[in-house]
C-alpha cells in the first residue's frame, strides 16, 4: 500500500487548467519532488494534498484512506511553507506545540516531544524566543520542526529552501535530507531548483502546464529524458533540429543538423523512423582541446575557435564556433590552474554519441 | 443540498457577511428607500399625512425662494468651508509630513484630538468665543479695536468659522497622507535639477498630492452641507441650512413629506458631488499613470 | 524639506510661526471651555472671574447628568461590540473568500461614512416609527451599528491586509477548525486592527448626535444630545464644566491609545 496515492486529480481555475488528469503514487518514507517551472501546478497539487484547495475531480488516498474531502485539519499531513509561516505571536516553544496541543496531548508529553523534535533540528535552548529574534535559517527549521512535531501521516515541503541565501541553502539540504532519513517520513517535495530536486530526491516527477511530463529516480531523468521538456529543462545544453541520416552500423546513427554538420549518434527506438528530430548536448559532456583527440575516443570532433571564455572556479565555460557550423556551448573541470584556450584561440570539440540525446521534435 | 448550501455559504463569504447585511438592511438601506414614497404624499397642516400621491414637494422645493436661498446659502457655506480648510490646512499637512522630529506624532495627535472631541462641545466652544459677549468681542472691545460688538454668531460668518474649525482635521490629515506617499527622492531630484523651493512645490508636490486634495475636499464638501449640530447651535433658530430645515419639518412642522423630499435633494446634492469629483479624479489618475 | 537644525531664514520662521497659529486655532475653543469652567460667576466669561469647581460638583451631582452618562456610555458598549463582531466577520469574507459583488458590498457597508447623518437620522425615525419599535434602546444600538460599522471595517481590513494568510493555513494544516485557527492565530495578528476600530467605534456612537437624537424616547437620552438641548436652552458655565469633562476625558483616552498602539497610524 502507497503511503500516497493520487489518481486523475484535476484543478481548473476559469479557463486555465491548473492541474490535470495527475496521478502519483508516494511509497512509505519515500522523497518526492515536484520539480517544475512557476505555475506549473506544483504548488496546486501539494496544497490539494494537504486540504487546502479542494480538487474539481480526482482521488487522493493517504495511507489507504480516502482523504480528498477531509477537510484539512483532520489530514494530519505536516506542511511547511515557503514563507514558514510561523505564528509571529508565539514563542518557538508554543509554535512548536500547536499541533501536539491541537490533539490534546497532555501538556507533559507537549513539552517532551517539543524538546525532542527542537533537539533533531538542533534548536536546543532557543524555546522562548520569538520568530522575529530568529535568523532565517533558524526559523525554517522551527517551520520544519513544527510540520513533524505531531508525527504527519506525509510532510509536504513548499519551496521551504528558496528564502535561504546560497551558502546555507546547502547546508540546509543536507540537514533536511538527514533528518528525513531519520524519521522516516513521505516528503512531498516542491521545488523549481533542479539540482536541489535532484540532490535531494528518490524520485522527481518533473511537472509543466499542470501534466506530468515525466517520473523517475534522478539519473534517469538527467540521462534518458523521455522528451524534449525533460531534455533540456534538466541541466545546460545545446539543443538543436536534426534529420535523421543513413545508419552508419547497427549501433550508431547518422544525424545532419539543421546548422550544416553532420553527428554521430546512438541508434535506439526513438531514431528508428525518419524526419526531424530534436538534439540535446550537455555542456559537460563536450570536451575542449588543442589538439584533435583520437578518432577511438570520440566519435564526433570539430575544428572551431574560443569567441567566450568564463572562469568560475572549478570549471570554466566556453563559447566554441565551429568552422561553418554552429555554435556550441561547453564547459570543462579546472585541472591544472592555467589559462587555456582564451578567446580566439583554435581548439578542437568532441563528444560521444552516447552523449547526444534524441527526442521528438513535439509540436513546434 | 443544505451541505452544499452550507459550503456556497462558506467559500463565497456571504455566510459571514449576511449578519451585518441583514444590520444594514434593517438601520440603513431599507429606511433610506421607504422615505421615498413618503416624499410623494401631500401634507395638510393640523391634519396629517394625506394619502394620495403628489410632486408637489418636490416642486415647491425647486419653486419657493426660501428654499432657494436655503440650498444656495449650504452650499455656498460648504464650498466656503472647503476652500477655507483647503488654504489652511495645506501648509500644515505639508509641515507635519516633512517633519522628522519625534515630536510629530504628538502634533499629529494635536490635529486628532480636535477630531474626537464632541461636536457640541467644540461648537459650545465657539459659542463661547464668538458671542456678543463672547472672548473675541471683549478683546477687540479692551483693545479698542472697535466700539461696539461685531456680528460674529446666528449668521453666515460664525458657520462658516465654526465649520472651518471643526472640519480642517479631516483636510489635514488626507493631504498629510498624500504628501507622505510622494518619495522626498522625488523632491530632491527637482531641486538638483534647478528648481527652487516653489518651483519644486507647484511641479512635485501639488500635482502628486491632489488625490489627498481632493478627496479631503470632497469630504470636507459633504460633511459641511450634511452638519447638522453645528449649524443648529451656531446659526441658531432662525439662520438655518437645509439639514437644520430637515430637522425643523420632523421635529417641529411634523412635515414628514416635505422633510423627506428636503432629504432626497440633500442627499441628491451629496451623490452628485461624489459622482463628479470620482469623474474628474479618474481623469487625473489616468494622466498620471 | 523641513530641516529643524540649519539655516533658519526668516521664511521659515514666518512659516513655523504659522503653523504654530494654525495648531493653536484647532485647540482654543478647547482651551477657552475649560477655562470658562472654573469661573466664579453664573454666566460665562473668559479669562474666569474667580475660582471655583462649583460647576463641576453641580454636574457631577445632577441625576440627569448622570442618567445620560450612562446611557451613552451603555450604548457606545453595545454598538462597539456588536460592530466588531460583524465588521470582522465581514472583513475576513471580504478580504480572504471570494465574494461575488465585493466592491459593491463594501462600498454598501462604508456608505455611513459619507451619506448625510440626518438623513439617515430622519429615515430610522419614521422606519421605527412605521413599524412601531420607536423610542426602543435596540434601534438606538442597531443604528450605531450602521454608523459605527465602517470604522471597524476599514481598520481591521487594513491590518488584515498586511498579514500573511498562509499562517492561518499553518495552523489548519496542525488541526486546527477554522474557528480555532481564526482565534489562536489571526484574531492575535489583527489585533491593534481591532483595539484601533473599536475605540473609534465607541467615540463616533457616543458622539453621535444628529442620528441619535431622533430616535431617543424622554427617559433615555445621550449625553451630547443633552448638552444639546442644555444649550439651546441658554449657556452657563456648568455646561462649561460638563463639556470640560468630555475634554479631559478624550484627552487622556487619546494619549492612552497612542501608547498603546500607535493611535495617530490608524486616523
Not at chain 1, 495527475?22 to 511509497?27: E, G, I, N, Q
Not at chain 2, 408637489?56 to 468651508?81: P, Q, T
Not at chain 2, 446659526?235 to 412635515?255: A, C, H, R, W
Not at chain 3, 444649550?231 to 469633562?245: C, F, K, R, T
Request: proline letters at 5%; aromatic letters at 8%.
Amino acid at each position: 500500500m502507497p503511503a500516497l496515492s493520487i489518481k486523475q486529480l484535476r484543478k481548473t481555475y476559469g479557463a486555465t487548467t491548473a492541474v490535470d488528469s495527475f496521478d502519483l503514487d508516494v511509497a512509505e518514507g519515500e522523497f518526492v519532488s515536484l520539480l517544475g517551472p512557476s505555475g506549473c501546478g506544483k504548488t496546486t497539487i501539494l496544497r490539494m494534498v494537504a486540504g487546502l484547495i479542494t480538487p474539481d475531480s480526482g482521488q487522493i488516498v493517504i495511507a489507504g484512506k480516502d482523504v480528498t474531502h477531509v477537510p484539512v485539519h483532520k489530514r494530519n499531513v505536516g506542511l511547511v511553507f515557503q514563507s514558514y509561516a510561523l505564528f509571529p505571536h508565539m514563542t518557538v516553544f508554543d509554535n512548536v506545540a500547536f499541533g501536539l496541543r491541537r490533539n490534546n496531548l497532555a501538556e507533559d508529553k507537549v513539552k517532551e516531544r517539543v524538546i525532542t523534535v527542537l533537539s533533531k533540528v538542533r534548536l536546543e535552548g532557543l524555546e522562548d524566543r520569538f520568530p522575529k529574534q530568529l535568523s532565517g535559517g533558524q526559523q525554517q527549521r522551527v517551520a520544519l520542526a513544527r510540520a513533524i512535531a505531531p508525527e504527519p501521516t506525509i510532510l509536504l515541503l513548499d519551496e521551504p529552501l528558496s528564502n535561504l541565501d546560497k551558502q546555507l541553502r546547502m547546508n540546509m539540504q543536507i540537514e533536511l535530507k538527514r533528518l528525513q532519513r531519520d524519521v522516516g517520513v513521505t516528503t512531498i517535495f516542491v521545488t523549481h531548483d533542479q539540482s536541489e530536486a535532484m540532490a535531494m530526491s528518490d524520485r522527481i516527477c518533473v511537472l509543466e502546464s499542470g501534466k506530468t511530463q515525466q517520473i523517475g529516480v534522478p539519473e534517469d531523468l538527467y540521462h534518458r529524458p523521455e522528451n524534449k521538456f525533460i531534455a533540456t529543462f534538466l541541466g545546460r545544453s545545446n539543443s538543436f533540429t536534426a534529420s535523421i541520416g543513413k545508419s552508419v552500423s547497427g549501433k550508431l546513427v547518422q544525424l545532419d543538423l539543421d546548422e550544416g554538420i553532420q553527428i554521430l549518434a546512438t541508434a535506439s527506438d526513438k531514431v528508428a523512423s525518419s524526419g526531424k528530430v530534436h538534439v540535446t548536448i550537455r555542456h559537460e559532456t563536450v570536451k575542449i582541446s588543442k589538439n584533435p583527440p583520437d578518432k577511438s575516443k570520440a566519435l564526433n570532433r570539430f575544428k572551431g575557435k574560443v569567441i567566450y571564455r568564463a572562469f568560475s572556479g572549478s570549471i570554466i565555460d566556453y563559447v566554441v564556433t565551429l568552422d561553418d557550423g554552429p555554435e556550441f556551448l561547453l564547459e570543462a573541470t579546472n585541472v591544472d590552474g592555467e589559462r587555456h584556450a582564451l578567446p580566439g584561440a583554435e581548439v578542437w570539440i568532441s563528444f560521444e554519441a552516447g552523449a547526444v540525446l534524441v527526442n521528438e521534435l513535439g509540436d513546434q | 443540498m443544505t451541505n452544499r448550501l452550507r459550503i456556497w455559504l462558506n467559500a463565497s463569504g456571504i455566510g459571514l457577511l449576511s449578519p451585518l447585511a441583514i444590520v444594514l438592511l434593517l438601520a440603513f438601506i431599507a429606511p433610506v428607500l421607504i422615505m421615498f414614497p413618503t416624499s410623494l404624499h401631500p401634507y395638510t397642516p393640523g391634519v396629517g399625512i394625506g394619502e394620495g400621491w403628489t410632486l408637489e414637494n418636490y416642486v415647491e422645493i425647486f419653486s419657493d425662494s426660501y428654499y432657494h436661498e436655503v440650498i444656495l446659502r449650504s452650499l455656498g457655506m460648504a464650498f466656503s468651508v472647503m476652500i477655507f480648510t483647503i488654504i489652511i490646512g495645506c501648509p500644515l499637512a505639508y509641515f507635519l509630513a516633512r517633519m522628522q522630529s519625534r515630536a510629530r506624532n504628538w502634533l499629529v495627535l494635536l490635529v486628532i484630538f480636535p477630531l474626537l472631541l464632541n461636536l457640541v462641545v467644540r461648537s459650545f466652544g465657539w459659542i463661547a468665543l464668538l458671542s456678543k459677549h463672547g472672548l473675541i468681542n471683549d478683546v477687540l472691545l479692551s483693545i479698542g479695536m472697535i466700539d461696539e460688538p461685531l456680528k460674529l454668531i446666528f449668521n453666515l460668518t460664525g458657520l462658516i468659522i465654526g465649520m472651518t474649525h471643526i472640519f480642517l482635521p479631516f483636510m489635514v490629515l488626507l493631504v498629510m497622507g498624500s504628501i507622505q506617499n510622494i518619495p522626498v527622492d522625488l523632491e530632491e531630484a527637482a531641486a538638483v535639477l534647478g528648481s527652487n523651493r516653489t518651483r519644486v512645490f507647484f511641479s512635485i508636490i501639488l500635482p502628486l498630492s491632489i488625490p489627498g486634495l481632493l478627496s479631503g475636499s470632497i469630504l470636507v464638501f459633504i460633511l459641511s452641507i450634511s452638519a447638522l449640530v453645528t449649524p443648529r447651535l451656531l446659526g441658531g433658530p432662525t439662520y438655518k441650512v437645509i439639514s437644520t430645515l430637515i430637522y425643523d419639518e420632523f421635529m417641529q412642522l411634523l412635515n414628514w413629506p416635505a422633510g423627506s423630499a428636503l432629504a432626497f435633494v440633500l442627499t441628491l446634492i451629496v451623490l452628485v458631488v461624489i459622482w463628479a469629483t470620482g469623474r474628474f479624479s479618474k481623469r487625473w489618475m489616468a494622466h498620471l499613470t | 524639506m523641513i530641516n529643524n537644525q540649519s539655516n533658519l531664514s526668516p521664511q521659515k520662521i514666518a512659516y513655523v510661526a504659522y503653523v504654530a497659529v494654525i495648531l493653536f486655532f484647532l485647540e482654543l475653543p478647547v482651551i477657552v471651555v475649560v477655562l470658562a469652567s472654573f469661573s466664579d460667576t453664573s454666566y460665562l466669561t473668559i479669562p474666569p472671574q474667580g475660582l471655583t469647581l462649583r460647576w463641576y460638583d453641580e454636574v457631577l451631582s445632577d441625576a440627569r447628568y448622570m442618567s445620560a452618562i450612562y446611557t451613552s456610555v451603555k450604548l457606545a458598549l453595545c454598538a462597539t461590540i456588536i460592530s466588531l463582531v460583524l465588521g470582522t466577520a465581514a472583513s475576513y469574507a471580504l478580504i480572504r473568500k471570494k465574494v461575488p459583488f465585493a466592491a459593491t458590498i463594501s462600498s454598501a457597508i462604508m456608505a455611513p461614512l459619507i451619506f448625510p447623518a440626518v438623513v439617515i437620522g430622519v429615515a430610522l425615525l419614521q422606519f421605527y416609527s412605521l413599524i412601531g419599535i420607536r423610542g426602543h434602546f435596540l434601534t438606538l444600538v442597531l443604528s450605531h451599528v450602521a454608523i459605527t460599522v465602517p470604522y471597524v471595517v476599514r481598520s481591521v481590513m487594513s491590518t488584515m491586509a498586511g498579514t500573511d494568510f498562509t499562517i492561518e493555513e499553518a495552523a489548519r494544516t496542525l488541526g486546527a477548525d477554522a474557528l480555532t485557527a481564526f482565534r489562536l492565530v489571526t484574531l492575535p495578528m489583527i489585533r491593534p486592527g481591532l483595539i484601533a476600530g473599536g475605540l473609534f467605534s465607541f467615540i463616533i456612537s457616543f458622539d453621535n448626535v444628529p442620528v441619535t437624537i431622533f430616535l431617543l424616547n424622554v427617559r433615555e437620552i445621550t449625553l451630547p444630545v443633552k448638552i444639546f438641548t442644555a444649550i439651546e436652552h441658554g449657556v452657563d458655565p456648568s455646561i462649561a464644566a460638563i463639556s470640560s469633562i468630555m475634554i479631559f476625558v478624550t484627552g487622556a483616552f487619546l494619549v492612552f491609545a497612542e501608547r498603546w498602539i500607535g493611535f495617530h497610524k490608524f486616523a
